[in-house]
């Protein structure tokens, strides 16, 4: 063959994608980064499992509402309650190191723990090999003396768990954080973020890839990256040559770095968003904590009815949902964790059909409104990773608190609140503070305008032994839901307001009732309300006269009748008996056309 046949048929193999070479590799920018996109079984998948075990696991100690895992950093800033708890638990003189030798994982079993993985019905797995204490759960050799081969368990716990995991045909990821706290190189959260460079070239980059190169993980989750841009964590780089290695399964996620433009997102605790330009999931505990807490009530985590209809919803909407469970330093996830997987699993053994693979259908919910009262005290909240009721949704909730303040002084007093993000104060007729958070789009032409509504305190003259009615309007649109109210004069040191009979407080949101889903032809009608007599959909284009109509896990096919004028499709569900009913959290209705 002469060199110009040559020349014609490598030409004709590069162009037909025959054969693979620097042309089609991912190359480090994010345009080709983000021309190549995502793996199909990543959207497929809708729920993953997440690992948070490491040293932190032996104190398993936080806030009621704490994450464990961030143990370390409580001892950083001088946490007293973290720092009188350890000396009086382990004794004066004990460090955080110290927790390798106790952190032995005595009970645990790998195989066990893939076995209730795929129990739930997750598709994939992410095991948190390093987080941000350094703590790496392989024998890396970039951390010879703090890693889980040489210390307490003496196992390669990625290796095993890597190896069980796809025994069970199921995805193994990794969470890896790009900063350390206890990294002399740099010291994260201490160290100016600007002199990360160091650190990132000669220790993270090589042992990410020494991490990937040996197991090659189907998901990356990086973390810790919030205080540094992409660029200092040479993201484009790692991702494009994180892809060329592992190949078309290859995933990573949003989190490295201010200037990302890649990666399916990672909302945390949180009622799911509604983007779906590109995948995302939600990394959430059972409870308020990924890595195990004891100090956690019973009232902080999901019932399986919960955790099911959140999945649902957030399924509905495009996403999925990495559901973390937090072991204890033995090696044994505790019994609730199980319990609440376990039902997850046995949910969809039944209804897993309108779960995996589907997308979301033209609209995603069906909604109705949702209204709590109680007395509030006083208004000191700090929500984080919950809401004021289990029944109002974390996000995109509005509150009113109607009370009756007497002054015990003739003076001025100043109001102060703490604010998150949208509240009024209303004093007798006199409206004293209307906040709106700042934006970081703020401009020049507006921003006198936007500092009036920026401010946090306002004065008001009142007089001593007067009534006055007060009036709190809050608006929550995010996550990290805070409001406080104090007040003060010249004479009354700063206190919160204390209304003499409390706050009465109002709190609503809209909360869908029905979720959707699709699927080829089929659509599916998650109710998180069971239907006694009649389903009644909204918004449904006409069907064909011949489409049935089943619940899912019931043969039975159910009446239905169609009205062209509201476009609402009605299924009498009167005819379902409760033997029929496989399910006490979400009904699934099948609509094959």
């Given at each position: 063959?002469?060199?110009?046949n040559?020349?014609l048929?490598?030409c004709?193999?590069?162009c037909?994608g025959?054969?693979s070479?620097?042309?089609?590799?991912?190359q480090?920018?994010?345009q080709?980064i983000n021309e190549?996109?995502?793996?199909?079984?990543?959207?497929d998948a809708?729920?993953?499992?997440?690992i948070?075990?490491?040293?932190?696991?032996v104190?398993?100690?936080?806030g009621?509402e704490g994450?464990g895992?961030?143990y370390?950093?409580?001892?950083?800033?001088?946490?007293?309650v973290?720092?009188?708890?350890?000396n009086?638990?382990?004794?004066?003189g004990i460090?955080?190191?110290?927790f390798?030798?106790?952190?032995?994982?005595?009970?645990?079993?790998?195989?066990?723990?893939?076995e209730?993985?795929?129990?739930?019905?997750?598709?994939?797995v992410?095991?948190v090999?390093?987080?941000h204490?350094?703590?790496?759960?392989?024998?890396s050799?970039?951390q010879?003396?703090?890693?889980s081969?040489?210390g307490?368990?003496?196992?390669n716990?990625?290796?095993?768990?890597?190896?069980?995991?796809?025994?069970?045909?199921?995805?193994?990821?990794?969470?890896?954080?790009?900063?350390?706290w206890?990294?002399?190189?740099h010291?994260w959260?201490?160290?100016?973020?600007?002199s990360?460079?160091n650190?990132?070239?000669?220790y993270?980059?090589?042992?990410?890839?020494?991490?990937v190169?040996?197991?090659?993980?189907?998901v990356?989750?990086?973390?810790g990256?919030w205080n540094?841009?992409?660029?200092?964590?040479k993201?484009e780089e790692?991702?494009s040559?994180?892809?060329?290695?592992?190949g078309?399964?290859?995933?990573?996620n949003?989190?490295?770095?201010?200037?990302?433009?890649?990666?399916f997102?990672?909302?945390?605790?949180?009622?799911g968003i509604l983007q779906?330009?590109?995948?995302?999931?939600?990394?959430?505990g059972i409870g308020r904590?990924?890595?195990?807490n004891?100090?956690e009530p019973?009232?902080?985590y999901?019932?399986?009815?919960e955790?099911?209809?959140h999945?649902?919803k957030l399924?509905?909407?495009?996403?999925?949902?990495?559901?973390?469970?937090?072991p204890?330093?033995?090696?044994?996830?505790?019994l609730?964790?199980q319990?609440?997987l376990k039902?997850?699993?046995?949910?969809?053994?039944?209804?897993?059909e309108?779960?995996?693979?589907?997308?979301?259908f033209?609209?995603f919910y069906?909604?109705e409104?949702?209204?709590?009262t109680?007395?509030d005290?006083?208004?000191n909240?700090?929500?984080k990773?919950?809401?004021p009721?289990k029944?109002i949704?974390?996000?995109?909730?509005?509150a009113e608190w109607n009370?009756?303040?007497?002054?015990?002084?003739?003076?001025?007093y100043?109001f102060?609140i703490?604010?998150e993000?949208?509240?009024?104060v209303?004093?007798g007729?006199d409206?004293?503070?209307?906040y709106?958070k700042?934006t970081?789009?703020?401009?020049?032409?507006?921003?006198?305008?936007?500092q009036?509504?920026n401010?946090t305190?306002?004065t008001?003259?009142?007089k001593?032994?007067e009534?006055?009615?007060?009036?709190?309007?809050y608006?929550?649109?995010?996550?990290?839901?805070?409001m406080?109210?104090?007040?003060?004069?010249?004479?009354?040191?700063?206190?919160?307001?204390k209304?003499?009979?409390?706050?009465?407080?109002r709190?609503?949101?809209?909360q869908?009732?029905v979720?959707?889903?699709?699927?080829?032809n089929n659509?599916?009608?998650?109710?998180?309300?069971?239907p006694?007599?009649?389903?009644?959909?909204q918004n449904i284009?006409q069907?064909?006269?011949?489409?049935?109509v089943t619940?899912?896990?019931?043969s039975?096919?159910l009446?239905?009748?169609?009205?062209?004028?509201?476009?609402?499709?009605?299924?009498?569900t009167?005819t379902?008996?409760?033997?029929?009913?496989?399910s006490?959290a979400?009904w699934?209705?099948k609509l094959?056309?």
């Open positions: 063959m002469n060199l110009t040559k020349i048929i490598l004709i193999a590069l037909l025959i054969k070479g620097k042309a089609q590799e991912v480090p920018t994010w080709s190549r996109g995502y793996p199909e079984w990543f959207s809708k729920l993953g499992i997440f948070h075990w490491g040293v932190y696991s104190p398993a100690y936080a009621i994450y895992e961030w370390y950093r409580g001892l950083m800033v001088g946490d007293t973290r720092i009188n708890f350890q009086k638990t382990y004794g004066d460090t955080y190191r110290d390798d030798k106790l952190f032995k994982a005595e009970l645990w079993n790998p195989n066990e723990w893939a209730i993985f795929a129990q739930s019905g997750a598709k994939y992410l095991l090999t390093k987080h204490d350094g703590y790496c759960l392989w024998d050799k970039y010879p003396n703090w890693n081969v040489v307490g368990p003496k196992r716990i990625v290796s095993e768990l890597t190896e069980a995991v796809r025994n069970k045909g199921i995805k193994m990821g990794f969470y890896y954080s790009l900063t350390e206890t990294n002399p190189k010291i959260m201490q160290d100016p973020d600007d990360i460079g650190y990132v070239e000669t993270m980059i090589p042992q990410f890839k020494e991490l190169d040996r197991y090659k993980p189907s990356i989750f990086t973390d990256e540094n841009k992409a660029t200092d964590f993201a790692l991702i040559w994180y892809y060329n290695t592992v078309a399964e290859a995933i990573v949003d989190r490295w770095g201010a200037g990302t433009e890649h990666g997102r990672t909302p945390e605790y949180s009622s779906t330009d590109r995948p995302w999931a939600e990394c959430r904590s990924f890595a195990y004891r100090r019973l009232s902080n999901l019932t399986s009815k955790l099911i209809q999945f649902s399924v509905a909407a495009g996403g999925g949902m990495t559901l973390n469970v937090g204890t330093a033995d090696g044994k996830i505790p609730i964790q319990e609440r039902d997850l699993g046995d949910w969809l053994k039944i209804n897993g309108a779960i995996y693979e589907t997308r979301p033209s609209h069906e909604y409104q949702v209204e709590i109680r007395t005290s006083v208004l909240f700090n929500w990773r919950n809401s009721d029944r949704s974390y996000d995109n909730f509005d009370g009756t303040i007497i002054p015990q002084y003739n003076e001025k100043t102060e703490e604010a993000d949208y509240a009024m209303i004093v007729n409206t004293i503070i209307n709106t700042p970081t789009n703020a401009t020049e032409s507006n921003a006198e305008e936007a009036k509504h401010a305190k306002a008001l003259k009142l001593k032994g009534t006055y009615p007060i009036k709190v309007l608006k929550e649109t995010n996550l990290e839901a805070v406080k109210l104090w007040w003060q004069s010249k004479s009354q040191e700063k206190e919160y307001v209304p003499i009979e409390g706050f009465a407080a709190y609503t949101c809209m869908p009732v979720c959707y889903t699709t699927k080829g659509i599916y009608a998650m109710a998180l309300k069971y006694e007599e009649t389903l009644t959909l284009e069907p064909s006269k011949d489409m049935k619940l899912l896990g019931c039975k096919e009446k239905w009748n169609y009205n062209n004028d509201t476009k609402t499709l009605t299924i009498d009167k379902l008996k409760y033997s029929d009913l496989k006490d979400v699934v209705f094959s056309n």
